[in-house]
């Protein structure tokens, strides 16, 4: 059983809309929650880290975390073309590895 | 340099040779992992230095995998007798801190490998 589960999608939104990205995981001591945007052949790039219970935002990005329910998503507002890629979710817990999910394909329609 | 970088950015081996896949990190960063990616998955966990130590390598798919990391800095990924499920991108990533929640990884443009 994978650690770190996501809907590989494709999630299709229309541009200006709002994307969301959802993440479960499995281990209750995970401590900090990544997400990383992957376009196609690339490497992964970080976009927002969340460590504590709530919603974290960073310009059109918000990140929530809720610890009782091992639940973690990703708002992207205003979604463009450009937001098109895989968003992968990570979780890590001190003294352990980063687990990965297999990544949510995401496509902006113009 | 700015970021981390990673050669060769592409190799092709026939099965049965040893390859040798380099990363530098971002200088001054405390850790670093290697992944393994296959298609249309995410990255899956090799091994983790930090500084010169290697204190994870729970991940190594099989003894034909070896890392090293001598000076703390640069570290060198071997994969032994190539074969054809060793065919995937490998991704390096670096981090400043050693541990504790918040530690941020950096990754690599990778190194996609092919065994023939």
């Known amino acids: 059983q994978k650690e770190v589960e996501q809907n590989s999608g494709p999630l299709s939104v229309p541009e200006g809309a709002i994307a969301s990205l959802n993440c479960t995981y499995s281990?209750?001591?995970?401590?900090?929650f990544f997400w990383y945007r992957q376009y196609s052949g690339k490497s992964p790039e970080l976009i927002m880290s969340?460590?504590?219970?709530g919603d974290k935002e960073d310009g059109r990005f918000t990140a929530q975390l809720n610890k009782a329910s091992q639940y973690v998503s990703l708002l992207i507002r205003d979604s463009q073309p450009s937001d098109s890629a895989t968003y992968l979710c990570?979780?890590?817990?001190?003294?352990?590895?980063?687990?990965f999910g297999p990544g949510t394909r995401l496509s902006v329609l113009p | 340099g700015a970021g981390v970088s990673q050669s060769p950015r592409y190799k092709v081996a026939k099965r049965g040779q040893d390859v040798a896949l380099r990363c530098d990190p971002i200088?001054?960063?405390?850790?670093l992992f290697w992944y393994q990616q296959a298609l249309g998955q995410g990255p899956e966990f090799l091994t983790y230095?930090?500084?010169?130590?290697?204190?994870?390598k729970s991940g190594l798919p099989s003894d034909r995998f070896f890392a090293e990391r001598p000076e703390g800095s640069v570290s060198t990924l071997k994969i032994q007798r190539t074969q054809q499920e060793d065919s995937a991108v490998y991704l390096c990533?670096?981090?400043?801190?050693?541990?504790?929640?918040?530690?941020?990884?950096?990754f690599g443009p990778g190194t996609r490998l092919t065994v023939l």
């Open positions: 230095f930090q500084n010169e130590a290697q204190l994870d």
């Open positions: 969340i460590y504590s219970y």
């Open positions: 200088s001054g960063h405390v850790s």
């Open positions: 281990d209750r001591g995970s401590q900090s």
């Open positions: 990570a979780a890590y817990r001190d003294g352990q590895n980063f687990v």
């Open positions: 990533a670096s981090s400043f801190l050693s541990g504790g929640f918040s530690n941020e990884q950096f």
